[in-house]
């Protein structure tokens, strides 16, 4: 139980396009979504908490209106990367809060964002 | 401020060696305390967690955690290393009142030789 698919698993993209990455709680609700990114050799860095039914939460200095997020159910949230450009490229990876286990997060496999 | 440390970088022991990896925290109260890992191009697989009660903790593949209040602490230990253990391992805390927002150390790299 508890899984998360992430998708797609790599993407690669033109500078100025736009990207949806989609998260997914497959046999649980998920409370709370968490997009997180990372760069190369480092850690992962909280980039929002999304709540389902509103708005994200965006860490600071994360752009809102950059990295658009959607928490439509239960069992999804999008993460869309608007006007993409090459110094955005990175590992997203999504996680979800079991809705009985509010401390505990369950990850998804992670998206590879190359923007050319 | 929370904030979660890794002094190990990167870590390289023989395969059937003893493993630890050092996860140091700061905050006032005891958080709640995980160890993920995580393969080359993957997402992060929970190892163990610490919520309250018998400081040591056992996990998957043969992990266990020590927590320590009094120096800050949450080492993870290994008594045997397989080389499937190759890979990063963070650790991360989560502050009670935070609403589960995990901050994560920097992560130690850990190769295993034959």
């Known amino acids: 139980g508890a899984v998360v698919s992430q998708h797609p698993s790599r993407v690669i993209c033109k500078s100025g396009t736009s990207v949806k990455i989609e998260c997914r709680s497959l046999?649980?609700?998920?409370?709370?979504m968490f997009w997180y990114r990372q760069f190369p050799k480092q850690s992962l860095m909280l980039m929002a908490t999304s709540n389902e039914g509103s708005k994200a939460t965006y860490e600071q200095g994360v752009e809102k209106d950059k990295f658009l997020i959607n928490h439509a159910s239960l069992t999804l949230s999008t993460l869309t990367v608007t006007s993409a450009h090459p110094e955005d490229s990175s590992f997203y990876i999504c996680?979800?809060?079991?809705?009985?286990?509010?401390?505990?997060?369950?990850f998804g496999p992670g998206t590879r964002l190359t923007v050319l | 401020a929370q904030s979660v440390t890794q002094p190990d970088i990167h870590i390289t022991v023989s395969e059937g060696a003893s493993l630890e990896l050092r996860c140091n925290y700061s905050y006032g109260a005891t958080p709640y305390l995980f160890w993920y890992v995580q393969s080359p191009g993957q997402g992060l697989q929970l190892l163990l967690k610490y919520f309250s009660g018998d400081t040591l903790v056992q996990g998957i593949k043969g992990f266990e955690a020590e927590f320590k209040r009094s120096q800050s602490s949450f080492n993870l230990r290994k008594p045997s290393v397989h080389w499937s253990d190759a890979a990063e391992y963070f650790c991360?805390?989560?502050?009670?009142?935070?609403?589960?927002?995990?901050?994560f150390g920097e992560g130690t790299q850990l190769t295993v030789n034959p």
């Open positions: 046999d649980f609700q998920a409370t709370t």
């Open positions: 991360a805390v989560v502050k009670e009142t935070s609403g589960s927002r995990l901050t």
């Open positions: 996680s979800a809060g079991l809705r009985a286990s509010y401390n505990e997060q369950f």
